[in-house]
């Protein structure tokens, strides 16, 4: 056998007067760590196997189990850390590009952490949400620039078309295919309990979640799978995928293995097959080819439906938005670099991009300017990861936040970031029936339901704080926040001044 | 009334239940003094075939036959749930066989043992549905 | 001295405000009003006074009255040179003051009754209002040390440092007569330096009193400089007349609509309404969701042939009315209406979000 020169990474440690040799661990990993030992009568642990995803520390009914990180310490410098030693190893092992998956895990600056929000005292009043009112609905899409009466004088109450939001929060797009066809109900059910909505990312739409219509949004991207006119008049809403934070510039990659009768019904593609998106459309190559596909899903949906496009955050990001707001779609989805991904190349994922926070700031500020801020509204994604970063988002000018790793946690995704290898231990990112299972929609639609409207106490909370007692005027507030450790120039792009000024 | 529901749909065959059975009718505090090295015998069992499981329990049948084919009148439908009285039971086991679930076991003692709902031990409410990690096992009115 | 709105300083302030409107036109003594605004005075800390009557000039009633502060000699003639290349100057003076023991560092004050130029409007494209306002809101964001406080037709504000009652005194307001009167006392928390700060805020004649601290300021200031308005005051009243200025002149709303769309009824309370309503209402909180103000506010609107007087939508600042004849009293507090009308007839304090409006009969 030839030498490997990877450590595990993790070690499973085993309390031995707690395991009671259930073979709960045993039934419950699909990367057949533990076993039995008949032999010595215990239970066995392989390390090297171990991607630490929880599962059976969580199911262990003793607790006997834990996964650390193993102590095991390579020559390391400050300029070769561990990580970039063992990926030089895993390459010259495999010869390939490296994957990976989740969102870039690097230790770059995270603006959320850097920026504080404000409260009332004394000159105005806070507001206490037990007590009064307080609102959070918001509607997305194009806001009518002229007024029109009919001939009594009488407003005409005609709006172009648009989604309503109970609370500025969305499932971000997550195809069938990438997760499961449970990871899909329990996010349809959630979305429709909650009067949100969830997105069929690129993978089509199950016949058996025609039904959720009202609270989807149907993804068409480079790829075009599953897409069909029924599929578009399906939705609320049609987003156009032009890219994706945790891997600007390139398509998605659905292994074969996970491509099973269902997902390969679902998207209009051979059973086993490899289902890889183009990394560009090659029908658009310019801004007036994007104009162009836009009215096309609006002819085919007899202009009933609100279209996003949604874009990764790269430098250039308010011009592109710009032209965007210019080519007639009525929301910009933006998502950043930390946003997650069911599988990237990992030099792409940890290098390419910029943050959302100071994505979002310069698109708003840059609509804003050329007056044009009210033909479209924002959505944000990657990261989102609490109410707080909720509340930043939209007082830096974001009209909605979409969420998708912090909807899979609450689903169970405890970020081992293996999803490429189809065998999630949680149900979510695999095909596998017995694993599939393991995802009860009546429980992960509870618990996203319960994530959401805990956030929503929460933002309603700190709005309350801040005398606001309805979310619109929270939008673009940037008044009510302040940077913490930023420097000039990082204050300058957000918008937003120095705490204590 | 309430009773348990198992829907094979979310049961994973991960067993635990009867782990939590077990441990809910040892009478001990701890579950890793309850269950090290010692023989499992739970009340409920799952029953497994390929990728099919579910676990099965007295149903606490509103006609019970194990009831009426009791020798002894060791079994009894108190407030709707069937109460094995051990001090009745002499160990035949005509209601193991009379049952049409197999949900009736020997106890180690000799005598039988059955789901009572946890009633009799100190959890009050069923253990297995609250360990059971996915909901498969529930415990409500139908 | 910073000023406000230098380098986004911003200066919150609480307030009282007061305001009479007599509904056939008939003329009010200046000195009435403040002597209402002058029994609040607890409710002012002296660093800001201001009042906003209407009817005052029917001399000049087709000219714009632009009433300006000049920091310096070189700030007028700046202002001047723009002032004639663009516009036809019908008169100019100082505005006539008194020295008041209380009231110091006065800036220069002068007054101009001007009408476009009809050469400068062919080539601008603009009807007369939208001209007028380029050119206002050019001068106080251009050009340094000039501020026009007050720019309406047959209207005209006062304002300056100090308490009330001795900003009115010092303009002599018992020499103007109009047919409705606002005053305004400030209670900063923080030091201004600049009497443009003080209130009323006006813009061609739409003229802001307002008490409260608005929470919504950013997202609606984000909004109106995005609709071409520059907010140099950062002061909460600039920003809501700019507001008003913007829904009734340029979006052709009506008074209630406009209050519908600032305080706007909670959702809760558009749910329960009949459906006609109720899709007015949804549509005006969607289309303008930015222009909702949230926190507290008492405001009165002064506007040519009529008043409105808006709380927010919880009341979280106090607003009384009482009526006698004609006339129609609205203050912050009881005892300013009392003081110019002991015998009133009717008194009442109007529901948050739900606005009184006045009007002019011949115009009704």
Sequence with gaps: MPLNYIFPEFEVVRNADQCVACRACERQCANEVHHYSEEYGRMIADNSKCVDCQRCVTICPTHALKIVKSDNTFRENGNWSAQTIKEIYRQADSGGALLSSMGNPQNYPVYWDKILINASQVTNPSIDPLREPMETRVFLGKKPSTITRDENGELVTKRPPRLELSVPIMFSAMSYGSISYNAHASLARAAKELGIYYNTGEGGLHEDFYCYGPNTIVQVASGRFGVHKDYLNAGAGIEIKIGQGAKPGIGGHLPGKKVNEDVSHTRMIPMGSDAISPAPHHDIYSIEDLRQLIYSLKEATAYQKPVIVKIAAVHNVAAIASGIARSGADIIAIDGYRGGTGAAPTRIRDNVGIPIELALAAVDARLREEGIRNEVSIVVGGSIRSSADVVKAIALGADACYIASSALMALGCHLCR????????????????????????????????????????????????????????????????????LNEKELEILGIKHAGE | MKRIYVNEDWCLGCHLCEYYCTFANSGLESMAYALKGKPLSPRIQVEEEGEIHFAVSCRHCDNPVCVKSCITGALSVEDNVIHCDTNKCVGCYTCIMACPYGCIMPATSGVIQKCELCTNNAHQKPLCVQGCPNEAIVFEER | MRREGENGYRIPAGCAISGIFDRTGEKINGWEIVKSIAVMHDRSNGLGGGFAGYGIYPQYKDYYAFHIFYDSLDAKHECEMFLERHFDIADLSKIPVRKNKNITDEPMIWRYFVI??????????????????????????????????????????????????????????????GYCWTAHGRYPT???????????????????????????????????????????????????????????????????????????????????????????????????????????????????????????????????????????????????????????????????????????????
């Design chain 1, 418 to 485: 293996s999803c490429q290898e189809g065998k999630c231990n949680w149900g979510i990112a695999t095909q596998r029936p017995d694993l599939v299972k393991r995802l009860n929609p009546n429980v992960g639609s509870k618990r996203l339901v319960n994530l959401i409207t805990a956030w929503r106490h929460e933002i309603m909370e700190m709005m309350g704080g801040m005398g606001i007692n309805s979310i619109e005027v929270l939008k673009g507030n940037r008044m009510m926040l302040r940077g913490i450790g």
């Design chain 3, 116 to 177: 476009p130029l009809q050469s400068k409007l062919v080539e601008s494209q603009l009807e007369e209002e939208n001209f007028t306002r380029r050119c206002v809101l050019h001068i106080n964001d251009k050009i340094k040390g000039a501020n026009v406080f007050s720019s309406g037709k047959n209207m005209g504000c006062f304002k300056a440092i100090g308490f009330p009652e001795d900003v009115g005194d010092f303009f002599r307001l018992e020499e103007y007569e």
């Design chain 3, 190 to 364: 923080n030091t201004p330096g600049w009497w443009g700060g003080a209130h009323p805020f006006d813009i061609l004649g739409m003229s802001v009193v307002h008490n409260g601290e608005i929470s919504s300021y950013d997202a609606n200031r984000n909004y109106m400089e995005s609709a071409g308005y520059k907010c140099t005051l950062l002061t909460d009243t600039e920003v809501i007349a700019y507001m008003f200025d913007y829904l009734i002149r340029q979006k052709q709303l009506t008074l209630q609509e406009a209050a519908n769309v600032v305080a706007a009824p909670f959702w809760q309370t558009i749910a329960a309404m009949p459906e006609k309503e109720r899709e007015k209402n949804i549509y005006l909180r969607d289309v303008f969701s930015s222009l909702l103000i949230t926190g507290p506010f008492s405001i009165l609107l002064g506007y040519e042939g009529g008043l409105m007087a808006l709380n927010d939508r919880l009341k979280l600042r106090s607003l009384v009315v009482g009526e006698k004849g004609n006339r129609t009293y609205i203050a912050s507090e009881e005892c300013a209406i009392r003081a110019i009308c002991p015998d009133v007839d009717k008194i009442w304090a109007p529901k948050g979000g739900q606005p009184v409006i006045l009007s002019l009969d011949q115009q009704a």
